[in-house]
């Protein structure tokens, strides 16, 4: 058999029969609270499995999220919808078409659900062709607009067999979510069992959770690790993308304090990036909504809401960057700026609800999951923004544009937090470098024009350093760095290697192009004359380097003379010329030879040198290993 995984939750208004036709299908109950059964409302989370066999050898592992449909909880009901394959709408023949029905339609509308099954319950009531009718036309128009209708009963079972057989029909033809090697799941329930310790629950997408693994809980960002996976009830050595996933984390516990496990944070791994307090969306306000509801009023900037993300929500504020409004049938790229972090991922859907909790609003989809405002500064990068709003599941386009935003980014970061696998976005940076779109250097990914546009920036430096000052063997990588404070260590280490694969090089602490000769300028070179006639007249004990550097200029000029070689400097105060230096060393080296280890009194007077001189330099053949001291001698090494 061909075994499959799918998500499918139930949609709908209160009391349409939403939890009884899920035990009609299961045999579960999912209304598991004791106010549920006083109240006879869903008002949590239930869950469910049901295992259907499908053509072609296929077994279908459904599991079933049952969602509350009183308008008190449509914040529940939203969780329970973020990561579905397939919804069943249900809408009673009583009661026909009804708020909540409306709204529910939207919602999983704004969370980009494409295929619904609509099961007409209580059809032993009568009235299946009118209903009918009126779902079809309310339905007009929608993703579901062609979905099936199945009458069904759970007083007289009629229409259940069929409902599952449409069902498995359905999810028969459909693709089970993609392993992405990107795991989330969103937690909806957390406690602790006895015995076992602490258990979070959730629907798992974009990759693998196996036991004994690491993970990271976000958006807090601390590190945990499973000991065992389930899911309904079946033990797991891992859990694949489309499951109702259960894992016990014996290293955490369970409350709202920091660094404990509640219900919205996300389970994740390691190197998927950290969660962030600011996104770029697409936002979009339904052409549904009647103009005299209350959601239908206009979006304004700045405008306080709740934004649903997963199984959690987050109070936030709507930055529209080029409308007033947002009006019903219209959509604009904004900034949400949130109270607390969201560890949200470039393709995920949202809704929006208004601050008093009472109206779902809007929706979105995420652009950027890390999107400071710096990155809509320009109208080219809004453009930008635009162009992936159009084709969020184009993979070119969006590693594209991310490099164009941000300019340079390290090749292993690109869409880190997305819907694309490490493999697709590797292909499309290939794919772009080979369209001379973008460039590679080190592990930096970089937009062409961009990096040409930096390394024209640092050779103008570099130039124009050396025109400023010649006698310099090249810019100092500080000072460089420091003209670049704008780009990372990575980006800046990148283009220092870059420009060294061609007309640069690097020189001590600092870089300067090949071609260039450090050469004193016209008003130094006297300076330079008279400090080399200095040194000269006694070359074995030259004046004092303070006697040379009497001023500026002259300080300059032994700095210069120093960096290009001609003279060595041997101490604080003892400076010599290069050929000078080498002559001492020489007839150092042969008096030892000839008359074995000397004093530095016996050295000095043989050179015909003084202390002052001789003993730095001794000092200087000891570093470079020519000579070493054995008590108060100097013998050769």
């Known amino acids: 058999m061909i ?36 109240r006879q409302i869903t008002i949590e989370l239930g869950f469910a499995q049901l295992i259907l066999d499908g053509p072609d050898e296929q077994r279908l592992h459904i599991g079933i999220v049952d969602v509350p449909g009183h308008e008190d909880f449509v914040r529940n009901m939203i969780a329970g919808v973020g990561s579905i394959d397939l919804a069943l709408l249900v809408v009673a023949a009583d009661d026909g078409w009804m708020p909540q029905t409306e709204e529910h339609l939207q919602v999983l509308t704004y969370l980009g659900v494409k295929r619904a099954v609509v099961a007409l319950t209580k059809s032993d009531l ?30 007289t079972s009629e229409g259940t067999r069929n409902l599952r057989n449409v069902l498995a029909a359905e999810l028969s033809t459909m693709q089970p979510q993609r392993d992405l090697g990107k795991p989330r799941l969103f937690v909806d329930r957390a406690f602790t069992l006895h015995g076992i310790g602490p258990v979070v629950t959730g629907t798992l997408t974009g990759g693998q959770l196996h036991r004994g693994q690491s993970i990271v809980v976000q958006p807090q960002n601390f590190e945990a690790r499973i000991r065992s996976t389930q899911s309904h009830g079946s033990e797991l050595e891992s859990a694949q993308p489309g499951m109702r996933t259960a894992i016990n984390l014996p ?100 809704v929006l609800r208004d601050a008093s909790e009472q109206h779902t609003i809007a929706g ?65 940076l290939q794919r772009l470098q080979r369209r001379g779109e973008i460039v590679f250097h080190q592990e930096i990914a970089a937009d062409a024009k961009a990096w040409e546009m930096l390394r024209l920036r640092a050779i103008g430096s570099i130039d124009d350093a050396h025109e400023r000052n010649p006698e310099r063997a090249g810019l100092e990588l500080n000072e460089l ?94 400076v010599l010329l290069r050929k000078n230096f080498e002559r001492m060393k020489s ?37 470079q290993g020519v ?10 090494v």
């Not at 084709?391 to 935003?405: M, R, T, W």
């Not at 006297?526 to 080399?532: E, G, L, Q, Y």
């Not at 008096?591 to 001789?614: C, D, Y």
Request: proline share 6%.
């Open 481 to 574: 760095r420091t003209a670049f404070r704008d780009q990372s260590p990575d980006v800046f280490e990148a283009l220092i290697v870059d420009l060294c694969a061609t007309d640069f090089i690097r020189r001590g602490s600092g870089i300067a192009r090949v071609s260039h000769r450090p050469v004193l300028p016209p008003n130094l070179q006297p300076v330079a004359m008279k400090i080399r006639e200095a040194l000269s007249a006694k070359p074995f004990d030259p004046p004092a380097r303070k006697d040379s550097e009497v001023d500026r200029h002259a300080q300059e000029v032994v700095r210069f003379l120093i960096a290009t070689g001609e003279v060595i400097d041997v101490g604080p105060d003892v």
């Open 627 to 636: 000579t070493r001291r054995v008590g108060d001698k100097r013998a050769l």
């Open 364 to 428: 979105g989809i995420v652009l950027d999951p890390d999107g400071d405002r710096g990155k809509l500064r320009s109208a080219t990068q809004r453009k930008l923004f635009a162009e992936r709003a159009g084709a969020p599941d184009g993979v070119d386009l969006c590693v594209s544009s991310e490099i164009l935003v941000n300019g340079f980014v390290r090749k292993q970061t690109v869409l880190r937090k997305s819907h694309f696998s490490t493999d697709e976005i590797g292909e499309a």
């Open 126 to 155: 009568g009235k299946i062709d009118n209903v009918s009718s009126q779902i079809r036309k309310q339905l007009r128009d929608t993703a579901f607009a062609h979905s099936r209708i199945i009458p069904t009963s759970v007083r």
């Open 587 to 623: 007839a150092i080296v042969d008096f030892i030879s000839t008359n074995g280890p000397a004093t530095v009194s016996e050295l000095r007077q043989a050179l015909e040198s003084s202390r002052r001189t001789m003993v730095p330099f001794l000092e200087k053949l000891d570093r």
């Open 251 to 350: 290293d955490v516990e369970i409350g709202d304090a920091p660094g404990r496990i509640k219900r919205g944070d996300v389970i994740s791994v390691v190197d998927l990036g950290r969660s962030s307090t600011s996104l770029i969306v697409l936002l979009e306000k339904s052409s549904r909504l009647d103009r005299k509801d209350v959601a239908a009023r206009p979006l304004k900037n700045w405008a306080s809401v709740y934004l649903h993300h997963g199984t959690s929500r987050f109070p936030a504020k709507i930055n529209l960057l080029e409308d007033r409004a947002l009006e019903p049938g219209k959509q604009t790229i904004a900034q949400v700026n949130l109270e607390s972090p969201i560890f949200a991922f470039l393709g995920d859907r949202f």
């Open 3 to 38: 075994e499959k995984h799918f998500i499918l939750a139930t949609a709908g208004h209160v009391d349409h029969g939403k939890s009884a036709l899920v035990k009609a299908l299961t045999g579960t109950d999912p209304d598991r609270l004791p106010e549920e059964k006083t």
